[in-house]
């Protein structure tokens, strides 16, 4: 199983991102899938998260009306549509197997957001 992430940046206040995990080794339709986000010198935080089906998904409070998360199954991606990035939301952004966070599950290395003025 791989999962590699991409599409992290410097950014302003403000702006926004759009962040993709490309899986390959499952059945990527099959897979929950969840977006996490480690703060420097914090501990990681689910900020998003998409069942199997899509018919749950998850967002903490912090981002809720701001991310966006999404599928493509024919591309085995998913999305993270970031808009009106704060500050607060600077950290390496990985994505992960599973629906919530679980460190004993896959992950890929991550994407590194930095939002600043």
């Known amino acids: 199983v791989q999962l590699v992430e991409s599409g992290g940046g410097l950014v302003e206040p403000g702006s926004s991102l759009r962040l993709s995990c490309e899986v390959s080794?499952?059945?990527?339709?099959?897979?929950?899938m969840t977006w996490v986000r480690q703060a420097p010198g914090k501990e990681p935080q689910s900020v998003s998260a998409?069942?199997?089906?899509?018919?749950?998904?998850y967002y903490d409070n912090s981002v809720k009306g701001r991310f966006t998360i999404s599928r493509d199954i024919a591309k085995s991606t998913l999305y993270l549509q970031m808009d009106s990035l704060k500050s607060e939301d600077t950290g390496l952004y990985y994505c992960?197997?599973?629906?919530?966070?679980?460190?004993?599950?896959?992950r890929g290395q991550g994407t590194q957001v930095t939002v600043s003025i």
């Open positions: 992960q197997l599973g629906y919530g966070l679980d460190t004993r599950n896959q």
């Open positions: 080794g499952i059945p990527f339709s099959e897979a929950s």
């Open positions: 998409v069942w199997r089906d899509g018919t749950r998904i």
